[in-house]
């Protein structure tokens, strides 16, 4: 298991986060929810990392599970197996061995079932092995799954769940602030929402600044996060500025990978206030800058080639200039593919589908979308299930329905099945892929 390890800009807040859940959170609380920014998911992370090591607090156990939400009716069993896993691994007590914390608990009751459709049997088992401990022992199950976009029906699981929990477990979540799925948390009696409002960016300064003053390095990132922060406070003269130093800093030091990299930031601080054109600018300047870099046999300026034809085709279509948006689209699944990167390769494949279709350009469409799906069949499994390989399988499943291919069709099915389960045509779960992971044109 990780161990915590301090550092003052952030056990300063994770102190804070201990203090606030110390203050607000009482007996009678069964349902805790972290409502939080994007930059600040890993702190709640690293707060159940501190609070189940030695640095922790609060009285309560704390247990992570990092199983991922999919069907209602098998998350009980889910998190069951992660935990029995845990317990059951030779790894796992010979780490705790010399601590003397192992209880006298026999798990063989709670592992055949084999469904736990309301996850009742799951928290009966956890309250089993909270009592093994002591019998004033209270257990904080801190379910944070690796991704939920396009399910919503975690909220009702927890819901139906929280109703029924036994008195020494509390369960854990967390919510992003742009995209809450749990806002009825704060309607039930038993439950409560914690907004800690971290100033991650904050942190990161302290950390900046705590070392050298006279490294370029620091300079640097220093400079991306005045433009980070400047395009929050939408100040283009400070945008300006940072950018504009940290490209002086990086030709100073003739770095082409950190100058491509200052200037993709440079780039992305004018996208955000929707200055597409300058955004170009800086995005093709990127572009130019560690190709050169590559030709010099920098390698770090392969991946940034690749971010910059990736960012620039992005742009492009926010334009709605989608014929130059798609040849960028092209490019990026090419470098990606050569560079093993399958994330990236399936977002530049699913857009070029969608962009050939929008061009009327149907059989190109087809053949993308074939192509990226029989790429796709090939990779991981948990890395499919939360990626845009589910719309890039829908495009070849509706190609292949149009044409009455049967037998592809089929394959289709039971390939999306496993993944994704029954439901996987549902029009709600695409709408919400697709809402995560689409562009929104201007």
């Known amino acids: 298991m990780a161990k915590f390890q301090e550092d003052n800009a952030i056990t300063f807040r994770l102190k804070e986060m201990q203090k606030m859940w110390i203050k607000e959170i009482c ?50 069993k889910a998190l069951k197996e992660e935990f029995l896993t845990v317990w059951n691994s030779p790894e796992y007590r010979k780490e705790v061995e010399d601590y003397d914390v192992l209880p006298n608990w026999d798990s063989k009751p709670f592992e055949y079932p084999e469904e736990d459709k309301d996850g009742l049997f799951f928290a009966h088992c956890m309250a089993s092995f909270a009592e093994s401990i002591g019998k004033k022992t209270n257990i904080v199950l801190c379910l944070l799954p690796h991704a939920f976009y396009g399910n919503q029906l975690l909220g009702e699981w927890l819901e139906n769940l929280v109703k029924k929990l036994p008195k020494n477990l509390k369960l854990m979540v967390m919510d992003a602030k742009d995209y809450s799925m749990f806002d009825f948390f704060r309607e039930t009696k038993n439950s409560k929402t914690l907004e800690p409002n971290l100033d991650m960016s904050g942190a990161i300064r302290e950390l900046i600044q705590n070392g050298d003053p006279h490294s370029p390095a620091t300079g640097i990132n220093l400079c991306i996060l005045n433009l980070m922060e400047a395009s929050k406070n939408k100040d283009l003269d400070a945008i300006k500025k940072w950018g504009e130093k940290g490209i002086r800093i990086c030709r100073d030091m003739e770095s082409k990978s950190m100058e491509a990299t200052i200037l993709l930031s440079y780039g992305s601080a004018y996208f955000q206030l929707k200055k597409y054109k300058i955004a170009i600018e800086k995005y093709a300047l990127a572009e130019e800058i560690s190709a050169k870099g590559r030709a010099e046999k920098d390698p770090t300026c392969d991946i940034l080639n690749l971010q910059s034809k990736h960012f620039l085709a992005a742009t492009y279509f926010v334009r709605k200039k989608r014929k130059i948006s798609l040849e960028y689209y092209i490019q990026t699944a090419q470098k990606a593919l050569e560079q093993e990167n399958i994330m990236i390769y399936l977002e ?20 993308i979308a074939k192509t990226a799906y029989y790429k796709g069949i090939t990779l991981n499994k948990e890395l499919l299930k939360f990626s845009p390989m589910l719309l890039i399988t829908q495009s070849h499943y509706d190609f292949s329905k149009n044409e009455n291919n049967q037998d592809e069709m089929k394959k289709i099915e039971t390939f999306a099945i496993d993944i994704w389960g029954e439901n996987w045509e549902d029009l709600s779960v695409k709408e919400g892929y697709q809402s995560v992971l689409e562009p929104e044109e201007s």
Request: charged share 35%.
């Open 27 to 76: 007996k009678k609380h069964q349902l805790v929810r972290w409502l939080v920014d994007k930059d600040e998911i890993r702190m709640v992370k690293a707060f159940v990392l501190a609070e189940a090591s030695e640095h922790g607090k609060i009285e309560d156990l704390f247990i992570g599970f990092e199983t991922p939400f999919e069907d209602p009716k098998k998350y009980g």
């Open 348 to 367: 530049a494949q699913r857009q070029s589908i969608y962009i050939s279709k929008k061009l009327w350009r149907s059989s190109e469409a087809q053949e």
